[in-house]
């Protein structure tokens, strides 16, 4: 029983205590290496490091609900292109010319229902036809992402509006507003995780779908849910980042899916569903900001940061697997 | 293993040959529209154009029938096709061609000892391999494009230009491979050992089949794959980007899906994964030929993978909707 505490305790440390040594070896080896005058802890830097963690942060946060309900969702990343080319160009629709400034909210709305109903299109297939939710969103991300070609062909879409860009270059008690974008939906999902009925239902199905099923938990709209949830994060984000930047290109938010997976399996939430936390997934997301900062301030080039996220992800998989056995002493097969 | 029949015939028949079936009104379908798609050019320029995904699918195919997943084909196809094309000018094609194989199949047999023999997740795995080898590509060059200087004095091109008693090279190795592969996985030993891993893993270990030794076999399988599908990319292009296969593993994973292999394992053949290879292929130029945008075939086949792996199941469950709640 101590014992299963200790691995416990291990494992929800783990992200953090690699967050501390990533800053710590940064931190010393920059002051080797780097050609840059100031400190990598510099404040200014940790919070652009948190700003930039948002895009992809947020729809990690989603990722983990899907991933703790026992699902996985590979469409994000065209949903997400689709909700930003909806939001950027519905700014310039005729229909909302004498709106002024008023059409933000509305392509902001626009945007974020985008994602809702790519979200319930997965969802709806997962459910009524019972196929694999890797299937589907493998399936929907080529097919999302051809919505995203036909609109627009292969040029970008632009639209700079600057009283959106102003809102999202804004600094609030010193944080971005990509950066509260993040904490509110951290926030908003641990409490949906840890404090509902459906975050409850969620880890029950995830984790033994028969038993939930047994127990009268109705396993389809609880998927659906949160295939909503995260195609609404995948807008959100898509919201957030373009409010600023003001042009998509059509292949923007390809292998987000892949990023954001790997911050959540950094994190330490179980492909087979059933646990996880929302809280070690941000530090899976920071973690990974975190590396791509660093090497590139001790001059190591981006080609590196790839080498090395994908050699961490593998070695993680290792050491959760070598903490499982000693606390279950799991049969060898 | 494959198929299960269910109270009707017709539930089996469509669970059995549902893909077959499809390939076939699609063909009809495209012929009505346009005249040109039957042409003997235009079959062949599809088959060949398929080529290079259909050499990644044959690999592909051994390792999802044994169970797992290979996420990592298309950043190591890339990563082959770079480093041939960088050898060749400093080693000549002779060595450059096995050096790239020795080096694709090192990597292979990484992906195999970590699956196979320490049992970690083929998923994350393969996902983590992705970006590892695709931060290796970009280390070896150096972020540039590679090209072969002298693109007139080499033999190299004939891979993936030249032909043979009128047919293709790319269609050669594409359909000798697969005439191979499907042998293997069909009529020996090693190919029932890969179902029964796929089938059921514990069954399989206790019945004294080495699974750790079939899963590194089939990773090995799929990198000599890859490997050729590079020598392909690298000779027919002569030159080639960082990115070239990126994406590639999604693409190939749908037509090995939609020949009717299972993510679960145990099921699927290398003739259905052709099929797979083929109707991906000919729709994509079907809907150019009937006059649709180019990004339309992608629409198109989400709709075609979800209704084909959907029927599969309803067949073999024997009604339509899942029973979930």
Redesign the interface.
């Known amino acids: 029983m101590q014992n299963e505490t200790r691995t416990r305790l291990i494992k929800k440390g783990a992200i953090w205590g690699f967050i501390l040594f990533e800053l710590a070896f940064f931190s010393i080896a920059g002051s080797y290496l780097s050609l840059s005058e100031s400190a990598f802890m510099d404040v200014d830097n940790m919070l652009l490091l948190l700003k930039q963690s948002a895009p992809i942060g947020i729809i990690a946060l989603g990722m983990t609900i899907i991933m703790i309900n026992g699902n996985i969702d590979?469409s994000v990343g065209a949903t997400y292109a689709l909700a930003a080319i909806v939001m950027l160009d519905s700014m310039t629709w005729p229909v909302f010319a004498g709106l002024g400034d008023w059409v933000i909210p509305v392509s902001w709305i626009l945007a974020l229902l985008t994602g809702v109903v790519l979200g319930a299109v997965n969802g709806l297939?997962v459910?009524?036809?019972?196929?694999?939710a890797?299937?589907?969103t493998?399936?929907?991300?080529?097919?999302?992402?051809?919505?995203v070609?036909?609109y627009n062909g292969e040029e970008p879409t632009s639209q700079l509006n600057w009283t959106l860009v102003d809102f999202a270059e804004a600094q609030f008690l010193g944080l971005h507003t990509a950066t509260w974008f993040l904490l509110a939906v951290a926030i908003g999902l641990w409490f949906v995780m840890n404090r509902t009925v459906h975050g409850r239902n969620a880890y029950a199905i995830g984790d033994n779908r028969e038993a939930a099923?047994n127990a009268g938990i109705?396993?389809?709209p609880h998927?659906m849910i949160n295939f909503m949830l995260i195609g609404f994060l995948a807008a959100l984000s898509a919201a957030v980042f373009y409010s600023e930047s003001g042009s998509v290109n059509p292949n923007d938010g390809?292998l987000f899916e892949?990023w954001a997976?790997?911050a959540v399996?950094l994190g330490g939430t179980k492909?087979t569903g059933g646990s996880g936390s929302i809280v070690s997934t941000l530090g899976g997301v920071i973690a990974i900001q975190l590396l791509r900062k660093g090497l590139g301030y001790i001059g190591a080039?981006?080609?590196?940061?790839?080498?090395?996220?994908?050699?961490?992800?593998?070695a993680v998989?290792?050491l959760d697997?070598q903490l499982n056995i000693k606390a279950k002493g799991e049969l060898k097969? | 293993m494959a198929g299960g029949f269910t109270k009707s015939d017709i539930g089996g028949l469509l669970a059995k040959q549902g893909i077959l079936i499809a390939f076939v009104i699609f063909m009809i379908g495209f012929t009505v529209a346009n005249e040109r798609f039957l042409a003997p050019e235009n079959i062949m320029g599809v088959v060949r154009s398929s080529a290079i995904l259909g050499v990644m699918a044959l690999g592909v195919t051994f390792v999802v029938i044994s169970g797992n997943l290979d996420l990592s084909v298309g950043s190591m196809m890339s990563f082959s096709t770079i480093v041939v094309l960088d050898l060749h000018d400093k080693i000549g094609p002779e060595l450059a061609i096995p050096a790239m194989f020795a080096m694709t199949l090192c990597l292979g047999a990484f992906i195999g000892f970590?699956v196979g023999y320490?049992?970690?997740?083929s998923?994350?795995?393969t996902?983590?391999?992705?970006?590892?080898?695709?931060?290796?590509?970009?280390?070896y060059s150096g972020?540039k494009n590679m090209d072969i200087a002298n693109k007139g004095e080499t033999w190299f091109a004939v891979f993936g230009q030249g032909s043979f008693l009128g047919i293709p090279v790319p269609i050669l190795i594409f359909g000798l491979l697969a005439a191979l592969l499907g042998m293997v996985l069909g009529k020996t030993p090693f190919g029932r050992k890969v179902y029964a891993v796929g089938g059921n893993?514990?069954a399989a270990?206790f019945s004294g089949i080495p699974?750790a030794r079939v899963v590194f076999t089939c990773y090995l399988l799929s990198s000599l794959c890859v490997a050729t599908a590079g020598l392909i990319q690298a000779s027919r292009s002569m030159g080639s980007q960082n990115t070239v296969g990126?994406?590639l593993e999604?693409?190939v994973?749908?037509a090995v899906?939609l020949g009717g292999a299972s993510?679960l394992g145990g099921s699927g053949t290398i003739f259905k994964t052709i099929i797979g290879v083929l109707i991906l292929g000919f729709i994509q130029n079907g809907l150019l030929l009937v006059g649709l945008?180019?990004?339309?075939?992608?629409?198109v086949?989400?709709?075609i993978?979800?209704l084909a792996?959907?029927l599969d199941?309803?067949a073999k469950?024997g009604r339509l909707?899942?029973?979930?709640?």
């Not at chain 1, 080529?142 to 919505?147: E, N």
Request: glycine fraction near 12%; charged fraction near 10%; avoid cysteine.
């Open positions: 590979l297939i459910w009524k036809t019972g196929v694999d890797f299937i589907v493998l399936g929907s991300m080529l097919g999302y992402r051809g919505l070609f036909m099923v109705r396993v389809g998927m390809e892949l997976i790997t399996v492909l080039g981006t080609e590196t940061v790839n080498l090395v996220i994908g050699l961490i992800l593998i998989l290792f697997r097969v | 970590l320490l049992k970690l997740n998923l994350i795995v996902l983590g391999m992705l970006s590892a080898i695709h931060g290796l590509t970009l280390t972020g893993g514990v270990t699974r990126q994406g999604l693409e994973l749908a899906i993510l945008q180019f990004y339309a075939q992608y629409v086949t989400w709709v993978i979800i792996v959907w199941i309803a469950r909707l899942s029973p979930i709640a």
